[in-house]
C-alpha cells in the first residue's frame, strides 16, 4: 500500500471513530487508577478490542492486556500503552474532570491507551482485508509509574517473539501534529543507593583505639561522588546526591552505625550498569582505610530509554506520510524515566514524544501535574502515527522480497 493510500484510509477511519476515541479518553480521564489497580481500565479496553473481534488476553494480575492482530509468517510488531494513572489531585474544570480524589491521569497515559485502541481498530480493519503483513502485538501495560509494569509484561511473555516495539509519550511542550524523535538515549536512569557503615564505637577521646565512624563516613560521602566523576565518562552525566545522612546521638561518643542515602542519576546505558559494581568498589576502598565496615544496598529504578536508529527511521517515515512532510522535529533527552526502557534492552525499537499543545495554549502545561491536559485532537494524530509505523515495520521487516508492495515511496511523490 502507498503512503498516499494509506494516508486516505487513515482519514476515513478516523472520520468514523475520532469522536468516539475522543469520548473514550474523556471515559478514562474521570475514572482514573492507579498501579495495578486498573480494573475498570483494564475491562473498557478489552470490550473494546472484543467488540473489533480480537481476543485480548489479561494479565494473571488482572490488570494490562495483550492482544494479537492478524497471523501468519512476516515480523511481528509490539505497540505499548501504559494504562496508569497518578496519585495528584485533578485541578482542571473541564467535564471530563476525574471523579476520584487524589487521582489523575495527569501523565497522558489515557491519551496513550486510547491510540492504542483507535491503532487496533484500523489495524485489525487492515487484518480483515488481508492487508496486514504480520503481526500485531498491542501491550497494554499496567503500573508505568510504579513502576514495575514494564517487568510485568516481561515476565507474562509480553515481548517474547517481537521482532521491534514502538511506544509513545504526550509532550505538551511540542505542539499537536508533530512529533519529537531522537535516536540513542531519550529519557534518562535513577537509581536508590542506601550504604550502611558499621564499627566497634567508642569515646570520642580516643578515636585511635576504635573506628572514626562519624569520620569515615563524611570521607564516604564526599569521597564517592568526587571518584566517580574521575571513573566514569563525563559524558554520561553520572550524579550521586546525598539526600539523607543518620549516625550518632551524643557529642563525645563515636557510634557504631551510620546511614547515607541518596540517588543515582544517569544518561548513558553503559555507565547505568557499570554504577553499582564502581560504587560497591569505591566504598569498600574508602571504608577500609578507616577500619569500618560498609554495605551496600543498591536499587535499580530504570535504565534510560535507549532508541534503536533504524526503528526512529521507521517512525520517521511514518509520520511524514500520515502527519506530513515537516511533522518530525528533534527533541532532547530528559532527566526523567520511563520504563520502556526495560523493552529496549531486550529488542530493538523507539519511543515517540507526541505532541499535545494546543495552538494558542502557552506552553505552561507540564506532565505529573494537577493542571495538565492535552489538545484532543492529538489523539487522531497518534492513532495515525502508531498504524502507520507498524505497517513500515511490518513491510521492512520482510525483506527486500516485499519492496514492492512497500508503503516507503519516494519523497517527491508526497509534495
Ligand atoms: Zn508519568
Ligand atoms: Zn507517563
Not at 193 to 216: N, W
Amino acid at each position: 500500500m502507498l503512503g498516499r493510500e494509506l494516508r486516505g484510509e487513515l482519514d476515513a477511519f478516523l472520520a468514523e471513530t475520532e469522536q468516539d476515541l475522543v469520548a473514550f479518553r474523556r471515559d478514562l480521564h474521570m475514572h482514573p487508577e492507579l498501579a495495578f489497580a486498573e480494573y475498570r481500565t483494564t475491562a473498557r479496553i478489552g470490550e473494546r478490542l472484543s467488540a473489533m473481534g480480537l481476543h485480548p488476553w489479561v494479565l494473571p494480575r488482572g490488570t494490562g492486556l495483550f492482544c494479537e492482530i492478524g497471523s501468519g509468517d512476516g515480523p511481528t510488531i509490539g505497540l505499548r500503552a501504559d494504562i496508569d494513572a497518578l496519585a495528584l489531585s485533578d485541578e482542571k474544570s473541564v467535564p471530563y474532570r476525574s471523579t476520584v480524589p487524589g487521582i489523575c491521569h495527569a501523565c497522558g497515559h489515557d491519551v496513550h491507551t486510547t491510540i492504542l485502541v483507535g491503532a487496533a481498530g484500523f489495524l485489525a480493519r487492515q487484518a480483515a482485508q488481508g492487508q496486514l503483513p504480520g503481526r500485531v502485538r498491542l501491550i497494554f501495560q499496567p503500573a508505568e509509574e510504579m513502576p514495575g509494569g514494564a517487568l510485568e509484561v516481561m515476565a507474562q511473555g509480553g515481548i517474547t517473539g517481537l521482532d521491534r516495539i514502538f511506544g509513545l509519550h504526550c509532550d505538551p511542550r511540542v505542539p499537536v501534529g508533530q512529533v519529537g524523535l531522537k535516536a540513542g538515549p531519550i529519557t534518562s536512569a535513577c537509581d536508590k543507593v542506601v550504604i550502611k557503615v558499621s564499627g566497634p564505637g567508642g569515646h570520642t577521646a580516643r578515636p585511635h583505639l576504635t573506628a572514626d565512624l562519624v569520620f569515615a563516613l563524611a570521607k564516604i560521602l564526599t569521597e564517592l561522588p568526587a571518584a566517580l566523576s574521575r571513573r566514569i565518562d563525563p559524558r554520561s552525566s553520572l550524579s550521586l546526591v546525598w539526600g539523607k545522612v543518620q549516625a550518632g546521638s551524643a557529642a563525645n561518643a563515636i557510634p557504631d552505625v551510620g546511614y547515607a542515602e541518596g540517588t543515582v542519576r544517569c544518561l548513558d546505558e553503559n555507565a547505568w550498569h557499570a554504577a553499582p559494581d564502581l560504587i560497591k568498589a569505591l566504598l569498600e576502598s574508602v571504608a577500609g582505610a578507616y577500619g569500618v565496615e560498609a554495605a551496600l544496598d543498591y536499587t535499580r529504578g530504570v535504565p534510560p530509554v535507549v532508541n534503536d536508529e533504524a526503528s526512529v527511521e521507521m517512525l520517521s517515515q511514518a509520520a511524514e506520510r500520515v502527519l506530513g512532510l515537516g511533522s518530525v522535529v528533534s527533541t532532547q533527552q530528559s532527566l526523567g524515566g520511563e520504563d520502556f526502557a526495560w523493552y529496549l534492552e531486550s529488542i530493538p525499537g523507539a519511543f515517540a514524544r507526541l505532541g499535545t499543545r494546543g495552538t494558542g495554549s502557552d506552553g505552561d502545561f507540564d506532565i505529573h501535574q494537577g493542571t495538565f491536559d492535552i489538545d484532543e485532537s492529538a489523539i487522531a494524530q497518534g492513532v495515525r502515527l502508531m498504524s502507520a509505523v507498524a505497517l513500515t515495520a511490518l513491510w521492512e521487516g520482510r525483506g527486500p522480497d516485499a519492496e514492492q508492495e512497500s508503503i516507503i515511496e519516494p519523497m517527491a511523490e508526497l509534495i
